[in-house]
């Protein structure tokens, strides 16, 4: 589990919260959500995530995986078109492939070859018609990310938007690595980029990273939800999202929405955000490579070779830093990689000590593979300006 904003602890408001709610509720509701499984708890955090997103309605999930794979299929059937960015997630990947649409892949945030698929796609229509005979998509839906997890590289959001509208199609937004963690409100890429959230069709994110907690949602029109909640495999079939974790998730959204009468859910996202770019700022002074937005705070080091993964990773263990090795079939053969996630809990001691060590490592294994211009200036933690302020 990625904890991006640092409420996965063990004590505080969250944890009450979530402990108090056993006495009331107990651990399950002992059912699916449309068979007994929904309490008041569900129904408070539907609303308040719904707020939080700044659209009309929302729907939760007790599984972030499902939530993609489960619901997808209800959105698409045979006759509609799916057009997926490549670095795409598996529950994704899984959610397309299911309902039998058809799939097409564009190159990783290149908003050029989606257009091209687009375009020819529109033009050419639905495969496999009698000669001379066109036959309109019944739906195009184009699915992107927020955060991509194994890149570190943020959607190219705006003209994603653009591109959808002038062409008629639908957008899935994912935003399980970056809601909570990304905008000055800490709302996602949509926040980011001050988009207006209902351009988006259907918006996706898990409780799992910047809540500490499980599950995920979508949100969207209510005609959107309402389908969701009478058709979707999730509500229909599997088990409810247990209490605790939805009163886990209710505490941090009211956190992070300034309900709890403090700042500290704004100071969370810009601690998050100024330890993102100090954090990627020195490791590109050692001439390590790393992919992705300045403001990602999920931190690919690249190491390529496969035999380098374990040896970095089972060194860095030794000093009580915890990465995660990512090699093929995840990644190319050749671009096996260590994926740092920065935290909001994370202190600039921890960071330095972990700077210290990850340069230690990389002189040993040799790792320094950039070329790029070294800029030796010192990071200056307390004035590094972040889009938060």
């Known amino acids: 589990m990625v904890v991006l904003v640092g409420f996965a602890e063990n004590s505080g408001p969250c944890a009450e919260a979530a402990i108090n709610s056993i006495y009331k509720y107990g651990v399950t509701t002992g059912g699916t959500r449309q068979q007994y499984g929904t309490c008041d708890l569900h129904v408070e955090l539907e609303k308040l995530t719904a707020e939080f997103l700044g659209v009309d309605d929302a729907i939760t999930f007790g599984m972030g995986f499902a939530t993609n794979a489960l619901n997808i299929p209800t959105l698409v059937s045979p006759g509609c078109l799916v057009i997926s960015d490549e670095k795409n997630h598996a529950s994704l990947i899984l959610g397309i492939r299911l309902p039998g649409a058809t799939v097409k892949v564009f190159k990783h945030n290149d908003v050029k070859h989606l257009e091209q698929i687009l375009r020819d796609s529109i033009y050419n229509g639905q495969p496999n018609q009698p000669k001379g005979q066109y036959k309109p998509w019944k739906k195009i839906l184009i699915v992107v990310e927020g955060v991509y997890s194994m890149e570190g590289t943020i959607v190219r959001l705006p003209e994603i938007i653009a591109l959808k509208k002038k062409y008629k199609a639908y957008l899935y937004l994912d935003e399980a690595h970056s809601i909570g963690a990304m905008g000055k409100h800490g709302r996602g890429v949509v926040d980011y980029?001050?988009?207006?959230?209902?351009?988006?069709?259907?918006?996706?994110?898990?409780?799992?990273?910047?809540?500490?907690?499980?599950?995920?949602?979508?949100?969207?029109?209510?005609?959107?939800?309402?389908?969701?909640r009478q058709n979707s495999f999730a509500s229909k079939h599997a088990w409810a999202m247990a209490p605790p974790v939805a009163a886990q998730i209710i505490a941090v959204l009211k956190i992070l929405m300034g309900r709890d009468g403090t700042n500290e859910g704004q100071k969370r996202i810009e601690t998050l955000a100024r330890n993102t770019r100090y954090f990627r700022r020195r490791i590109e002074q050692m001439g390590i490579i790393i992919h992705g937005n300045e403001d990602s705070p999920v931190v690919p080091i690249l190491v390529y070779l496969y035999s380098k993964i374990a040896a970095m990773v089972?060194?860095?263990?030794?000093?009580?830093?915890?990465?995660?090795?990512?090699?093929?079939?995840?990644?190319?053969?050749?671009?096996?990689?260590?994926?740092?996630?920065?935290?909001?809990?994370?202190?600039?001691?921890?960071?330095?000590?972990?700077?210290?060590?990850?340069?230690?490592?990389?002189?040993?294994?040799?790792?320094?593979?950039?070329?790029?211009?070294?800029?030796?200036?010192?990071?200056?933690?307390?004035?590094?300006?972040?889009?938060?302020?």
């Open 193 to 228: 980029f001050g988009c207006d959230p209902k351009d988006i069709d259907i918006l996706m994110g898990t409780f799992t990273k910047s809540f500490g907690s499980a599950g995920g949602y979508l949100a969207g029109t209510k005609e959107l939800i309402t389908y969701l």
């Open 314 to 389: 089972r060194t860095l263990i030794q000093e009580k830093i915890a990465t995660v090795g990512v090699g093929y079939p995840a990644t190319p053969l050749m671009e096996g990689r260590i994926r740092i996630c920065l935290s909001a809990a994370h202190t600039k001691e921890q960071l330095d000590y972990a700077l210290q060590v990850i340069e230690k490592v990389a002189d040993e294994l040799g790792l320094k593979y950039s070329r790029k211009p070294i800029n030796s200036e010192p990071v200056d933690y307390d004035k590094i300006k972040v889009y938060a302020e």
